[in-house]
């Protein structure tokens, strides 16, 4: 079977004039000697006239879920796609013989979309293609949001029947830079004191200890009032603590003061570096795990094994010039004085700075996406009744005592879109140092020796540079 295609303006008119449905033609096909050549290709919601150079008698369509038909004369059909699909038109002569048989394919009008995907998306290189029944977008585009808003805008032609074949172009890596940088001070002072009074009666030794500061147990008691008369008190290895004994005859009287002030200054930085691609989720730990035990219902014991240290995972989305980052990211710690003891298990608790956020910024931009700062400030004060209330002497019934912390944390992040270079212009730590031979141990006393051969290119211009001092990765 052959077929030719005719395009004509007296078809299209007559087409036109017929046509009663709101379809518009998009060709003629002319049937010539029975035969078909190629198959009818009909655009979803559009028109072909299929016309025969034979007069025909009966027409049938096998599916006319996928394609309509209507007799508009003799020799001429009019076709009209409705759904994406395949089918067949079938052409019977007066006599029930066969004419031909005419392979129909409706496909999503992909004109109509083209013409909102340069509206939408102008400057961008998409190309769609129709396939069976569903639509292929291909081209590299400038972005990931281009390939999801042309994804979004051809489903509403061919709902869940897009295949992508899209991709990004450029430089699509990431490169994420986290700096935590946390200042804790504190700083407790304390003022206290306790008056001791011993004597000897008929039935043995009386002794009194006063004050407000808690030196109640029996060895502190015992080293107050041991000794012979005028013997100084010791003081079990109390900071900031004097103790003064007086006896006459055999009666002593000690006093215990304690004035303690204490200070300390806690500096952390970490910055971990990560990169990952446009879409991507890259995920660093540099850490270790914690040993916890947990009982099941049946009460056995197994070890759960907790990450800590510094961790950061994100995602990021590059959307034209600007990069969108999904990241969470964690400093933590064992912190010794948070603890719990079960069954001859001790378990520490964990000192956490995290955050978890969505940023958008450029390329070599820098954004503070966390920041805190705490005072905490306690003091407490307590005395003897009505002793402490006495003036001047009411001092030695009482003690007083204050806490006072403050923090600063700051979280930032910097984002830059990286390419990858060749390995030897990177330089590394281990580039400027190596092992000292054992003349330069044991000699020199020199524990670790220069670099031999300076290395070429960009790392060797690194490794030649002088880097004494508090920063980098070599310290003196």
């Known amino acids: 079977m052959n077929f030719k295609t005719l395009f004509g303006a007296a078809a299209l008119g007559l087409g036109l004039t017929t046509l009663t449905a709101p379809a518009t033609l998009a060709e003629t096909l002319r049937v010539l000697s029975g035969s078909a050549s190629r198959d009818l290709a009909v655009p979803m919601n559009r028109a072909v006239i299929v016309e025969s150079d034979v007069p025909f008698a009966e027409l049938s369509i096998a599916n006319p879920g996928i394609a309509d038909i209507s007799t508009l004369s003799e020799r001429t059909i009019y076709v009209l796609g409705k759904a994406p699909g395949r089918t067949t038109l079938t052409l019977l002569a007066a006599d029930g013989s066969l004419i031909t048989n005419v392979e129909v394919q409706v496909t999503a009008d992909v004109s109509e979309l083209k013409e909102r995907l340069r509206e939408v998306l102008p400057g961008e290189p998409i190309e769609v293609r129709p396939a069976n029944d569903g639509l292929v977008l291909s081209g590299i585009v400038s972005s990931a949001q281009a390939i999801d808003r042309a994804i979004d805008l051809a489903q509403r032609y061919a709902p869940d029947r897009v295949s992508n074949l899209m991709s990004v172009g450029g430089t699509q890596q990431v490169m994420l830079k986290v700096r935590f940088a946390e200042m804790s001070r504190s700083v407790r ?143 933590s710690g064992l912190d010794s004085t948070i603890s719990y003891t079960d069954a001859g298990f001790t378990i520490n608790g ?41 003036p001047v002497l009411g001092a030695l019934f009482r003690s007083a005592d204050y806490q006072r912390d403050q923090s ?18 990177l330089a590394l730590p281990t580039d400027r140092v190596r092992p000292p031979t054992e003349r330069e141990l044991f000699l020199h006393g020199k524990t670790a020796a220069g670099a031999g051969t300076p290395l070429r290119g960009g790392a060797g211009e690194v490794a030649r540079q002088d880097f004494s001092g508090s920063y980098g990765y070599v310290m003196e």
């Open 189 to 331: 002072k304390s003022l206290s004191a306790s008056l001791a009074v011993n004597g000897t009666s008929n039935n043995g030794n009386v002794g009194v200890l006063g004050g407000s500061n808690g030196y109640t147990s029996d060895s502190q008691i015992s080293n107050l009032f041991d000794g012979a008369s005028g013997t100084r008190p010791s003081i079990d290895g109390s900071a900031g603590a004097l103790a003064i004994g007086v006896g006459a005859g055999s009666v002593e009287f000690a006093i215990l003061l304690e004035a303690l002030e204490s200070k300390g200054f806690i500096r952390t930085l970490a910055e971990p570096n990560l990169t990952a691609l446009s879409g991507q989720e890259a995920s660093f730990l540099a850490g270790g795990e914690y040993p916890v035990p947990t009982a099941n219902d049946n009460g056995n014991v197994s070890v759960e094994f907790k990450p800590f240290g510094i961790s950061l995972a994100f995602t990021p989305r590059v959307i034209g010039e600007n990069i969108n980052l999904r990241l969470s990211a964690e400093v």
């Open 350 to 390: 964990f000192s956490t700075r995290s955050t978890a956020t969505t940023v958008e910024m450029r390329d070599g931009e820098s954004i503070a996406i966390a920041g805190l700062i705490q005072d905490d400030f306690t003091d407490n004060s307590s005395q003897v009744p009505w002793l402490g209330d006495i």
């Open 408 to 425: 600063e944390l700051v979280i930032v992040v910097s984002a830059h879109l990286v390419s990858p270079t060749r390995g030897e212009t």
